[in-house]
């Protein structure tokens, strides 16, 4: 019994580590391509007409 409890244990702990990478990885990117975004948008911003 307790073996399998140390073998879930394991496999939540590496699910875990697994779902935390991929979370930095898109919340990194996803910051990058906003920040592009809002720089495109600042130094567009001389060329609009009202």
Same mark, same amino acid.
């Given at each position: ?7 879930v244990?394991?496999g939540?702990g590496?699910?875990? /580590?697994?779902?935390?990478? #991929?979370?930095?990885? #898109?919340?990194?990117?996803?910051? /990058?391509l906003? =920040? /592009?975004g809002g ?5 567009g911003?001389?060329k =609009?007409?009202?």
């Open positions: 019994m307790e073996e399998k409890v140390y073998k244990m394991k939540a590496a699910l875990n /580590i697994a779902v935390g990478v #991929v979370t930095l990885v #898109v919340g990194l990117a996803s910051g /990058i906003m =920040i /592009i720089a495109r948008l600042l130094a911003k001389s =609009i007409l009202f």
